[in-house]
């Protein structure tokens, strides 16, 4: 059935959607926004319910089962199922995601011309695409505060306005104020690592976070429970669209939110020139169309890249090229007798070195480029989940028996004693990287699965070892009796998937222009961590949500009289 037209529809109402949301509607747009979870206010979920959240994983149960994911190292291999994490619902993975919230680094938006011009082109590993942004730190950065007022960021200011400040991280971009919140109290690991870090030379300053942590529009500061990762924030400190944006975008009256339906189709006129907007299946299993003068795409990469493809919309041959992930070379220390109790305060709450992170050391004859943060453990190891089994369990010791009393006896001295560094190392953007439809797998309602193709090359596998060497490197001065490596590869279900949907300069060679605006269908955008033409060593979401502030001012200024959605065509 064919709904009343409205000015935009979204398809999915997560970190990237929920900006949208509330910039299109409170710019007097009607908006419709899509999407396939519930609607769960603070009240139905607040259960510190280790089981249920964390080690069953509900609140991303839907997703996983609708949006399966087939992985293959390469062409040559079967594909296997993944599990992943990715949430469905309003609100998306924001509901309970770890808070971490970096800007780029300004290096960062010129990747390929910086890296050619300290180390020559030689430098570039071939097979790779690597290209500059379309556009600069300096454009982005009024978005990246309007990141920082309306979702509300705490933080520690290490460059305002091109002076460096102390106690911040020295390699930031300019910015033009003092986060609006102070930085979270620091874990006993980042108390005890701090002293080490500006011993051994580097530059420590704690992590950014979209954890209030004063009484900030309403939401109450943060309480240090350490229920962070998996869980919806049982009083609202977390800056999760759904408490943040969205409640703002519903009071103006303009944004109706659709909970429960998902998008199957983005819909073309006859000539394929422009979208009319898409179709879903309803709560009752009933097939919709929701006409739209525009549709914002922000279902998270896989499904950004899956509609786009079953869409048929993919002229250029583009869609799903240069697929990226993270790699996370974790190092895992044990202490004797000092006790370090993970289970207290948030992942975020951690100190953190920029030091290996983008070009900020010189990579001669190291056999790699570019680099990641490195940052210690904050906390968020609650006592079952963490020590448990599943993802989020930390291991015990090398010399550990798996089971039985040695096992018991280990965890019962090493689960409190536990300190740890992790980076997060970018995956450059390779040919042999990509995302298609599965030839044979389909969902249960007949839709093909995404398939993904990518492995690491020697770039991430020598930067991942270079990382775990600090790392080490740290633990050891800081005087942990044992330590454990994690492996160096990383498979794509890390929650940090992006590129596929690729913004450019070149309507030949990527999917969207620097508004995120579809070089095939003007009336289409694209918003989430797929658009990133390359990939940089921090978490996505500031930049995943300051992309979508940036997309929507161009939408605001294109849609007012004598303005042209047309006008870069
Ligand atoms: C456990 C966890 C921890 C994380 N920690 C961090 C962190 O510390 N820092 C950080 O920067 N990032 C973190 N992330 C990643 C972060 O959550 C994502 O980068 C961000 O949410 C992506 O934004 P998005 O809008 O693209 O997708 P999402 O926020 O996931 O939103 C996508 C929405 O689309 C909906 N949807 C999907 N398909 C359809 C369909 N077919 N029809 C209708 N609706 C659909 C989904 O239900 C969902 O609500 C974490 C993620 C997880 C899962």
Redesign the pocket.
Not at 11 to 17: H, I, L, T
Not at 298 to 301: A, Q
Not at 538 to 542: A, I, S, V
């Given at each position: 059935m064919s709904l009343p037209k409205v000015d935009v529809v979204i398809?999915?109402?997560?970190?990237?959607?929920?900006v949208m949301a509330k910039e299109l509607s409170t710019n007097g747009m009607k908006v419709v926004a899509?999407?396939?979870?519930d609607f769960l206010r603070t009240r139905d979920v607040a259960q510190l319910d280790e089981l249920r959240w964390q080690t069953r994983g509900e609140l991303?149960e839907?997703?996983i089962k609708?949006?399966q994911v087939r992985w293959r190292p390469d062409e040559k291999t079967d594909t296997i199922g993944l599990p992943f994490?990715?949430?469905?619902?309003?609100?998306?993975?924001?509901r309970?995601?770890?808070?971490?919230?970096?800007r780029m680094l300004p290096h960062h938006f010129k990747q390929y011309s910086e890296n050619v011009a300290r180390y020559g082109a030689s430098a570039i590993p071939v097979g790779t695409g690597l290209v500059d942004w379309p556009m600069t730190y300096e454009d982005l950065a009024p978005f990246y505060d309007k990141v920082d007022e309306e979702i509300g960021i705490s933080g520690k200011a290490g460059n305002i306005n091109g002076t460096i400040q102390a106690g911040g991280n020295p390699f930031e971009g300019p910015r033009s104020k003092e986060y609006p919140m102070p930085p979270l109290l620091q874990s006993t690991v980042s108390r005890l690592a701090k002293p080490v870090l500006e011993s051994l030379g580097y530059n420590p300053f704690p992590g950014p976070s979209s954890i209030a942590t004063e009484n900030y529009k309403g939401r109450p500061a943060c309480t240090y429970c350490s229920f962070c990762?998996?869980y919806y924030c049982f009083i609202g400190s977390k800056g999760s669209?759904n408490v943040t944006v969205l409640p703002v975008g519903i009071s103006s009256g303009n944004l109706e939110i659709r909970p429960n339906?998902?998008?199957?189709k983005i819909n073309k006129d006859s000539g394929g020139g422009e979208t009319t907007g898409v179709s879903?299946i309803d709560a009752t299993g009933k097939e919709q169309e929701q006409p739209a003068s525009l549709v914002i795409l922000?279902?998270?990469?896989y499904?950004?890249i899956r509609?786009l493809l079953y869409s048929d919309i993919n002229k250029n041959g583009m869609v799903g090229k240069y697929f990226m992930d993270h790699h996370y070379p974790f190092v895992w220390g044990y202490f004797d007798d000092t006790v370090t109790n993970p289970s207290t305060g948030p992942?975020?709450a951690n100190v953190a070195i920029d030091n290996f992170n983008g070009d900020n050391f010189d990579h001669t004859g190291l056999g790699f480029i570019e680099g990641g943060v490195l940052e210690a453990l904050g906390g968020d190891l609650q006592a079952i989940a963490g020590a448990g089994v599943g993802s989020w369990a930390v291991p015990m010791p090398d010399d550990t028996p798996s089971f039985g009393e040695g096992y018991k006896q280990a965890l019962k001295k090493y689960f409190r004693r536990i300190a740890s560094f992790i980076s997060q190392v970018p995956s450059l953007p390779y040919d042999a990287n990509y995302c298609d439809l599965d030839p044979v797998v389909k969902d249960q309602i007949g839709m093909p699965v995404l398939r993904i193709t990518y492995n690491a090359y020697e770039n991430e596998i020598k930067a991942c070892a270079f990382m775990q060497n600090k790392a080490e490197n740290i633990l050891k001065e800081m005087g942990v009796a044992k330590m454990k490596k994690a492996g160096l590869f990383t498979p794509p279900t890390t929650?940090?998937e992006v590129g596929g949907v690729r913004m450019g300069t070149d309507p030949t060679k990527s999917v969207l222009n620097k508004y995120l605006q579809s070089w095939e269908l003007p009336n289409l955008f694209v918003?989430?961590?797929?658009v990133f033409p390359t990939y940089f060593g921090?978490?996505?979401?500031?930049t995943?949500e300051a992309l979508a502030y940036w997309s929507a001012d161009y939408i605001k200024t294109q849609c007012k009289p004598g303005g042209s959605l047309t006008q870069y065509f």
């Open positions: 398809v999915g109402c997560g970190a990237a959607g929920g899509l999407d396939r979870g991303q839907p997703m609708d949006t994490l990715m949430a469905s619902g309003i609100g998306g993975s924001t309970h995601y770890t808070t971490q919230h970096w990762t998996s669209t339906v998902r998008v199957i879903y922000s279902s998270y990469t499904e950004n509609l992942w975020a929650t940090h918003v989430g961590g797929a921090y978490n996505p979401t500031h995943i």
